[in-house]
């Protein structure tokens, strides 16, 4: 898969990670809940797209978003997989 460079990013996957980041490191509830629903667009898009490795990524870090909200996150483990989402997949 092609990294991409800055200038190619979505704003709206930027707004995506500030949110996700935002839950993965606090855990309020309402940056989880809209995060949630913003990566299941994302992995949709990435289905659509054929980007598997994307749509895997994003669906890793949903079951993160998820674990959060429970109350049993993986801490810096989801973060690095937030991270590999963005380097890998900000272009959706």
Not at 21 to 33: A, D, F, I, S, Y
Request: net charge positive; charged share 20%.
């Amino acid at each position: 898969m092609t990294l991409c460079s800055q200038s190619n990013r979505n704003p709206e996957f930027d707004d995506f990670y500030t949110r996700a980041l935002g839950c993965l490191q606090t855990g309020q509830q309402m940056l989880c809940q809209r995060a949630l629903g913003e990566a299941e667009i994302l992995q949709k898009r990435a289905y659509k797209r054929n980007a598997f490795s994307c749509q895997t990524l994003l669906l890793g870090v949903q079951a993160d978003l998820i674990l959060q909200q429970l109350g049993s996150g993986r801490g810096t483990q989801a973060i690095a997989d937030l991270k590999a989402v963005s380097r890998d997949c900000s272009n959706f």
